[in-house]
């Protein structure tokens, strides 16, 4: 079994910002009733520090609003395993009816699907703190190399 010597890196909202303007997949988590996580792949869009995303799914558009909710994306290299990971946690918000200038601006994102069926409800996380770590190999030092 290969050994790989690496180190995560903390990053500041604006770097975990700037890398998940760079994907449109990831993964939303909400608490069902009976108190169990649930995990929602979902294509997003950024606006401003907001993520939004639309959905049709029965159970995150009842749990999703008013409850604790946090979003996950990440990109990890296979051959390097160097990467990183950002979690957006905070409030979800059903935006698909509000005519507030956020609002409106968020929902006209274009979000291509993957996934097939009707996404007419429109989520985004409210009051969002950011956690990110970059997983990275160091350089060796030239006394090592």
């Known amino acids: 079994?290969?050994?790989?010597?690496?180190?995560?890196?903390?990053?500041?909202?604006?770097e975990c910002l700037s890398l998940l303007a760079r994907v449109e997949y990831g993964r939303v988590a909400v608490v069902t009733a009976d108190g169990h996580p649930e995990i929602f792949p979902v294509n997003f869009a950024l606006e401003?520090?907001?993520?939004?995303f639309s959905t049709g799914s029965r159970l995150l558009i009842e749990r999703a609003p008013l409850g604790h909710i946090a979003f996950e994306a990440d990109s990890i290299d296979p051959t390097t395993h160097e990467g990183w990971d950002v979690v957006v946690s905070g409030e979800g918000g059903d935006i698909t009816d509000s005519i507030d200038e956020?609002?409106?601006?968020?929902?006209?994102?274009?979000?291509?699907?993957?996934?097939?069926?009707?996404?007419?409800?429109?989520?985004?996380?409210?009051?969002?703190?950011?956690?990110?770590?970059?997983?990275?190999?160091?350089?060796?030092?030239?006394k090592d190399a």
């Open 48 to 52: 401003g520090r907001s993520v939004v």
């Open 1 to 14: 079994m290969t050994s790989w010597y690496s180190e995560f890196e903390v990053l500041s909202e604006e």
């Open 102 to 142: 956020g609002s409106v601006t968020a929902r006209s994102h274009p979000i291509v699907h993957w996934a097939p069926g009707e996404k007419d409800r429109w989520i985004t996380i409210v009051n969002p703190s950011f956690h990110g770590r970059r997983l990275y190999v160091p350089a060796p030092h030239a």
